[in-house]
């Protein structure tokens, strides 16, 4: 399942390792963070779709305290 979020974050640079990150999370088939959109694309699996999003959100705030995700 592919769903688009709006993904307010600071800088490029913290999109970039937000982005590298996510892709590790197992369920994970890809992930785009876009700082000059400010949106996060997230491929994952459809049966645990929602406990994926719930990891990505807090390895977003790992890496950028200050980044907000909105459902």
Known sequence: MKKHYKFEIDCANCAAKVEDAIKKIDGVNNATVSFM???LTL???DACFDEILQKVVATA???EPD????L
């Open 37 to 39: 959109t400010q949106k």
């Open 43 to 45: 491929d994952a699996d």
């Open 61 to 63: 705030k790992k890496i």
């Open 67 to 70: 980044c907000e995700l909105h």
